[in-house]
């Protein structure tokens, strides 16, 4: 696999909450990293750059309750973030996804299937305070999830 960051190999344990990053722009994950440990320390967070490598986390992460995927649009093979939307809404439908792109939504948004209120949305390039609130709201809905 090849990842931007290093990950551990053990199972996450229950109450830990893990973010997944699917980006090709090691900047764009430094900056993804900073600002989610910015609002939590303890965040376990993993960054790949692909949607195989994204496809083959999403089978060893947590359940969706500790689990919030950012993914870019354009990623390093012929897949999208449409398609680790899609491969999200299978394997754990209910982990809150944001997606980060320079394309316009509308010309894009087809590719993600029916209509959703799960899918955030971000343009670049990014403005870091609305990239911090978004995803202290998306770290929100794992507490929300996680309560009930």
């Known amino acids: ?7 551990s190999e ?11 990053i699917i980006d090709d722009n090691p900047e764009n994950i430094f900056i993804l990293r900073k600002v989610l440990l910015n609002i939590d320390l ?6 790949v750059d692909n949607y195989e490598d994204a ?17 870019d ?14 491969a999200r809404c299978r394997l754990l439908p209910d982990a809150p996804f944001l997606l980060i792109t320079s394309e316009k939504l509308g010309a894009i948004l087809p ?3 029916p209509p959703s209120t799960s899918l955030h949305y971000l343009s670049k390039p ?8 978004e995803c202290v709201a998306l770290l ?3 507490k929300k999830e996680h309560a009930s």
């Open 73 to 86: 649009f354009n990623l390093k093979t012929s897949f999208t973030g449409a398609d680790v939307w899609l």
């Open 42 to 47: 303890s965040l376990k967070i993993t960054a």
């Open 140 to 142: 929100g809905e794992l």
């Open 10 to 20: 053990a199972k996450p344990t229950a109450a830990e909450r893990t973010v997944l």
């Open 126 to 133: 990014l403005d870091l305070k609305l990239l911090k609130q």
């Open 111 to 113: 590719q993600f299937g």
């Open 1 to 7: 696999m090849n990842h931007a960051v290093a990950r």
């Open 55 to 71: 496809l083959a986390e999403m089978g060893l992460n947590p359940p969706a309750e500790n689990l919030v995927i950012i993914s």
